[in-house]
């Protein structure tokens, strides 16, 4: 084959390529456009690669019926210059056909899961780079044993020694060149790949950073890339969702603080309240329910956080409510009725309420208290100094349809009294190691039981808030002032 003048070896290699770059075309559509974008760059690569083995089989019949020369040593010969020349264009359109699907899944809204199926991107790269060294390796040692072969034929003599180095070195150079070309147009290739990639989701990353949620990452391949872009589709919607909840959090806990009273006042009496949530709803609350000259104030918590609880709370404060408002009952049938309606909500649940309630009768000044498994409530009387705590004697409500609740009574007295009724999530506010606790909570209340109720409501919060900032459960609390003056 080296004795083939040029033109006439460009016959035998352009002629094969003729005939494919009329099949090409017809096959295209088919082949290749057709196929699910994720396939695009893969069926273009083998449709390429197999178009150019087929142009390489071609050139080697050619040579061996036309020429004469040998199929398995010329014929090969050609055949691996086509082929070699192939991978390169094939490896160039399926990277050009990649950067069409990339173009086209960004404008359309194409795929935004990720693929079920990945190919691995270093993989990929690792066995394409070991091929074209293969390659590179075979062609190089193809063209050393020719010069080699055609060396040992020319005559060794001083005048022509420089000429035909001359002449091996440029034919090395030349064959290096061409291929150090079509290596670095790959590496460009992919290099443009690989930029839109990163634009795409940089730019996706971006806007979601700057609060714009109505945006995806297009899915074009089905490598790491694609897989990034799937998952930040996902983190993207499930931000969607947690955007959505939380504005019907914040619904939830606007309605859920329209609920809770401020103050409420009577003859000998004023009552005020306030309630820190630890997330957007909770299940601690308080009410005031005022008829027929008493004054029913409770101070509850719902085991839990979050929805279910403010959803559980809501329906225990309907039912203390619609007890509390029933003249023919007792303070004691109040807890009762209610802890029988909440039984029927909460069986095989495992939740429960607890819960301190508390009656004035502005007639009497009398003040009758049960407290359903929760903290005691705390006694201040100013004049003497005294702290004294109203007890919890009965279980939660919630837990036993049948038990008989019962009620303890606080009679009137001259002097100006404070009660404070708390949920838990007061005395245990935590800092570090340490809890805010019970003596905390006294020099709060002796600081606070200088005025109204509303000012020891204050008080007791911003002592737990400079505490602990940002407790771990809520915070609720009712303060009643009883003074025959009011």
């Given at each position: 084959m080296?004795?083939l003048?040029?033109?006439?070896?460009?016959?035998?290699?352009a002629?094969?390529?003729?005939?494919?770059?009329?099949v090409?075309?017809?096959?295209?559509?088919?082949?290749?456009e057709?196929?699910?974008?994720?396939?695009?760059?893969?069926?273009?690569?083998?449709?390429?690669?197999?178009?150019?083995?087929?142009?390489?089989?071609?050139?080697?019949?050619?040579?061996?019926l036309?020429?004469?020369?040998?199929?398995?040593?010329?014929?090969?010969?050609?055949?691996?210059?086509?082929?070699?020349?192939?991978?390169?264009?094939?490896?160039?359109?399926?990277?050009?056909?990649?950067?069409?699907?990339?173009?086209?899944?960004?404008?359309?809204?194409?795929?935004?899961?990720?693929?079920r199926?990945?190919?691995?991107?270093?993989?990929?790269?690792?066995l394409?780079?070991?091929?074209?060294?293969?390659?590179?390796?075979?062609?190089?040692?193809?063209?050393?044993?020719r010069?080699?072969?055609?060396?040992?034929?020319?005559?060794?003599?001083?005048?022509?020694?420089?000429?035909?180095?001359?002449s091996?070195?440029?034919?090395?150079?030349f064959?290096?060149g061409?291929?150090?070309?079509?290596?670095?147009?790959?590496?460009?290739?992919?290099?443009?790949?690989?930029?839109?990639?990163?634009?795409?989701?940089?730019?996706?990353?971006?806007?979601?950073?700057?609060?714009?949620?109505?945006?995806?990452?297009?899915?074009?391949?089905?490598?790491?890339?694609?897989?990034i872009?799937?998952?930040?589709?996902?983190?993207?919607?499930?931000?969607?969702?947690?955007?959505?909840?939380?504005?019907?959090?914040?619904?939830?806990?606007?309605?859920?603080?329209?609920?809770?009273?401020?103050?409420?006042?009577?003859?000998?009496m004023?009552?005020?309240?306030?309630?820190?949530?630890?997330?957007?709803?909770?299940?601690?609350?308080?009410?005031f329910?005022?008829?027929?000259?008493?004054?029913?104030?409770?101070?509850a918590?719902?085991?839990?956080?979050?929805?279910?609880?403010?959803?559980?709370?809501?329906?225990?404060?309907?039912?203390?409510?619609?007890?509390?408002?029933?003249?023919?009952?007792?303070?004691?049938?109040?807890?009762?009725?209610?802890?029988?309606?909440?039984?029927?909500?909460?069986?095989g649940t495992?939740?429960?309420?607890?819960?301190?309630?508390?009656?004035?009768?502005s007639a009497?000044?009398?003040?009758?208290?049960?407290?359903?498994?929760?903290?005691?409530a705390?006694?201040?009387t100013?004049?003497?100094?005294?702290?004294?705590?109203?007890?919890?004697?009965?279980?939660?409500?919630?837990?036993?349809?049948?038990?008989?609740?019962?009620?303890?009574?606080?009679?009137?007295?001259?002097?100006?009294?404070?009660?404070l009724?708390?949920?838990?999530?007061?005395t245990?506010?935590?800092?570090?190691?340490?809890?805010?606790?019970?003596?905390?909570?006294?020099?709060?209340?002796?600081r606070?039981?200088?005025?109204?109720?509303?000012?020891?409501?204050?008080?007791?919060?911003?002592?737990?808030?400079?505490?602990?900032?940002r407790p771990?459960?809520?915070?609720?609390?009712?303060?009643?002032?009883?003074?025959?003056?009011?």
């Amino acid at each position: 084959m080296e004795s083939l003048p040029v033109w006439e070896l460009v016959v035998y290699v352009a002629a094969p390529l003729l005939v494919i770059s009329f099949v090409r075309p017809i096959l295209q559509p088919g082949l290749v456009e057709a196929a699910p974008l994720f396939a695009r760059a893969r069926r273009q690569f083998r449709l390429d690669m197999g178009l150019y083995l087929f142009a390489a089989l071609l050139g080697a019949i050619g040579i061996h019926l036309v020429a004469g020369f040998p199929f398995v040593h010329s014929g090969l010969k050609l055949s691996l210059s086509i082929s070699t020349m192939g991978l390169f264009a094939s490896l160039d359109t399926a990277l050009a056909k990649e950067r069409d699907v990339i173009a086209e899944a960004r404008t359309r809204r194409g795929a935004m899961r990720p693929p079920r199926r990945m190919t691995s991107l270093t993989r990929r790269f690792s066995l394409v780079a070991v091929v074209i060294m293969v390659l590179l390796a075979v062609v190089l040692l193809l063209v050393l044993t020719r010069d080699i072969h055609w060396l040992a034929a020319q005559p060794a003599t001083p005048e022509t020694f420089e000429t035909i180095t001359r002449s091996v070195l440029v034919e090395i150079l030349f064959v290096m060149g061409a291929l150090l070309v079509l290596v670095v147009n790959l590496i460009l290739s992919s290099s443009r790949n690989l930029k839109m990639l990163f634009e795409n989701e940089t730019e996706a990353l971006d806007r979601v950073s700057r609060g714009d949620l109505n945006v995806y990452a297009p899915v074009a391949t089905n490598d790491e890339f694609g897989y990034i872009a799937g998952q930040t589709n996902t983190m993207i919607e499930g931000l969607r969702d947690r955007l959505k909840m939380r504005k019907g959090l914040e619904i939830a806990r606007e309605v859920q603080v329209n609920f809770l009273p401020k103050t409420v006042e009577a003859e000998g009496m004023q009552a005020a309240g306030k309630a820190l949530y630890s997330d957007e709803t909770g299940g601690d609350f308080f009410d005031f329910i005022q008829e027929n000259g008493k004054v029913v104030m409770l101070a509850a918590d719902v085991v839990g956080h979050g929805i279910g609880a403010a959803l559980l709370m809501a329906s225990c404060r309907a039912y203390l409510r619609q007890a509390a408002s029933d003249p023919a009952l007792s303070l004691a049938d109040v807890a009762g009725t209610a802890n029988r309606q909440l039984c029927g909500d909460v069986e095989g649940t495992g939740r429960f309420v607890t819960g301190f309630l508390v009656q004035y009768d502005s007639a009497t000044g009398e003040v009758f208290w049960v407290g359903a498994g929760h903290p005691s409530a705390v006694l201040y009387t100013p004049a003497s100094g005294e702290l004294a705590r109203l007890k919890s004697f009965d279980i939660p409500l919630g837990v036993d349809a049948q038990w008989t609740f019962r009620a303890e009574r606080l009679g009137p007295s001259e002097h100006e009294r404070y009660l404070l009724l708390l949920t838990d999530g007061v005395t245990e506010a935590r800092s570090g190691d340490d809890m805010f606790g019970d003596r905390r909570l006294e020099a709060a209340i002796r600081r606070g039981s200088t005025g109204s109720a509303s000012e020891l409501v204050d008080e007791v919060a911003r002592s737990v808030g400079r505490f602990c900032p940002r407790p771990d459960d809520d915070v609720t609390l009712v303060a009643v002032r009883l003074n025959p003056t009011l």
